[in-house]
């Protein structure tokens, strides 16, 4: 007799090939006999069903936390194996196969291996059992800290390379992390890929262990020298140093002076006369160059460098005496304001031709006279070395005169004659003193046209490398003009107290000879009813 034997009956897992079975002695349940059609179904799957819920309960009743099991691998995933317990399956997880770093299970185990393993955790209600292989031996982790004290220097092996850093085997089961800020004192590290890869035997130092979370912080640099340990000895403040301009910014130039170490040169640090307003356009990236150490700040690791430095200051030497008050020059116009027009002397140095000096006639347009790239000549009214500026002109001696006489007239007029007509020759003088210009210091206008505050142009100051007009001076020729009306005022109030009081006394006077003459009276008319 004969009885049917479904696929899905022939174990607890479904075989791959059912085919194997054929000629083996089998034992079966019977499940259903249909005597119509003279057909048996047997299963051989529940029989081994209930022969394991038998020794499942049995497991179960005797197995504990910390056993030792033989069993038998099943079925293996990503993420571990399932091994027969006998009754039961447990999972070994893949992070409880090995105290050290395995891809995949197949590492470690293979289907229908026997292996021993120790029983981790138990489920009784959900009837799940946790596993683990490497708890059988010792952990690495324990007395870490005195296998692998903090500074120590060892060798590791690199085992994955990451965005962030590299992790690098110290044993099986131990592997710290060496973060890519710890991997060079010199090299700027984009990613760690370009120092090490995986395999790679490399030097680390240990710079820290966290025990209860097994994390190691390594470090590759610190087995090296820092270079900013002595660079305050290496660079010593005023020294002239070479090196290769490595970046260009709009503030300065970062100028390597060694794989490491770099030094800053400030865009104000370039040029003693020139106006520099990126960097690019005095230096090229890659280019050598020669600088001077102006500070060393070795613990925020910052050097400062100067580029004019290596040369005299021309505003202390050569362009006062080359460019004297009142000497015509000739000059090229490279850029013209609303204010004036912009002069270049010579190379990198520039004056400024106010719109005011440009013609005696009143000028809304510098560009209506001038045009940018014309040669022309101009007169030098001031040189001020403290705000490295120079004031030219293009009006004429007489101009300047005839300026300096309707100034005085003006101031003549403001003072309403008498008194400050005597010092009308002394305001003249002054004025044109003032439209001469010179190398007085910083204090002081160019020129000054008149006293009176509501007829008076005003004039800024000169300046050379500057986009605007100085508003100081003509803040000082305001005040200034204010300071004459206060004194003519003050004058007229004095006076007119003087005239005052004047008039109070004869007052007083009068008064007193009135009173003089009542008492006479009175002692006349007294005498007279005496007798």
């Known amino acids: 007799m004969n009885v049917f034997l479904p696929a899905s009956q022939v174990d607890v897992r479904r075989p791959s090939d059912i085919a194997d079975y054929i000629g083996q002695d089998i034992e079966c349940m019977i499940l259903k006999i249909d005597e119509a059609r003279r057909n048996i179904v047997v299963s051989r799957r529940r029989l081994i069903e209930e022969a394991r819920e038998k020794m499942k309960k049995e497991l179960l009743s005797n197995l504990e936390i910390g056993d030792l099991r033989t069993g038998l691998v099943k079925n293996i995933a990503d993420f571990g194996a399932f091994v027969d317990l006998g009754g039961i399956d447990g999972l070994l997880h893949i992070t409880d196969m090995s105290w050290g770093r395995i891809n995949h299970p197949t590492e470690m185990v293979k289907i229908d291996e026997e292996i021993e393993v120790m029983v981790l955790n138990i489920d009784y209600d959900k009837e799940k059992i946790a596993l683990g292989l490497k708890q059988k031996s010792k952990s690495p982790w324990e007395n870490i800290g005195e296998k692998y004290p903090v500074d120590s220097v060892i060798k590791g092996e690199v085992v994955n390379v990451l965005s962030y850093g590299a992790f690098v085997k110290l044993e099986d089961g131990i592997e710290g992390l060496v973060h890519i800020s710890e ?4 090299r ?9 890869a995986i395999g790679d035997e490399v030097d680390v130092m240990v710079l820290g262990i966290n025990e209860e979370k097994q994390e190691i912080s390594l470090g590759m640099k610190q087995t090296q020298a820092n270079p900013w ?3 305050s000895d290496k660079y010593p403040v005023g020294g002239k140093v070479s090196g290769t301009v490595r970046n260009l910014t709009n503030y300065g130039a970062f100028i390597e002076l060694e ?29 050598p160059l020669e600088c001077e150490i102006l500070s ?16 005299d ?10 460019y004297s008050p009142g000497s015509s020059v000739k000059g090229k116009v490279t850029k013209i304001t609303n204010f004036g027009v912009f002069v270049e002397l010579e190379d990198e140095l520039e004056g400024l031709l106010h719109v005011s000096e440009l013609s005696d006639q009143k000028i809304e347009h510098p560009e209506s006279m001038v045009n940018v790239g014309d ?3 101009v007169r030098i009214l001031r040189v001020d070395t403290a705000d490295r500026k120079i004031g030219l002109s293009c009006r004429s001696d007489e101009e300047i005169r005839e300026a300096a006489a309707a100034a005085a007239a003006a101031e003549v007029a403001t003072d309403g004659g008498g008194g400050a007509a005597a010092g009308s020759g002394d305001a003249a003088r002054k004025a044109a003193e003032d439209l001469k210009g010179g190398m007085g210091g910083a204090a002081g206008p160019l020129f000054t046209l008149g006293a009176d505050a509501e007829d008076e142009e005003e004039v800024p100051e000169l300046e050379v490398s500057a986009e605007d007009a100085s508003a100081e001076d003509t803040s000082a020729e ?14 007229e109030d004095t006076s007119a107290e003087d005239t005052s009081a004047e008039d109070a006394s004869a007052e007083d006077a009068s008064a007193e000879d009135a009173s003089a003459e009542d008492t006479s009276a009175d002692s006349s008319a007294e005498a007279v009813e005496e007798e």
């Not at 370039?270 to 356009?281: A, D, P, V």
């Open 183 to 186: 991997m060079s004192w010199t």
């Open 188 to 196: 700027r590290v984009n990613h760690p890929s370009e120092l090490v």
């Open 229 to 231: 340990d002595n660079v």
């Open 259 to 287: 794989e490491g170490v770099d030094g800053l040169l400030h865009i104000s640090d370039m040029s003693w006369t020139r106006k520099i307003s990126h960097s690019n356009e005095m230096l090229k990236k890659g280019e």
């Open 296 to 311: 060393v700040d070795q613990e925020r690791r910052r050097i400062a460098l100067g580029l004019k430095q290596l040369a």
């Open 313 to 322: 200051d021309p505003w202390e030497t050569t362009i006062p005496e080359k």
């Open 375 to 377: 040669d022309i000549e």
């Open 478 to 491: 305001d005040t200034s003009a204010e300071d004459t009306s206060a004194e003519d005022t003050s004058a």
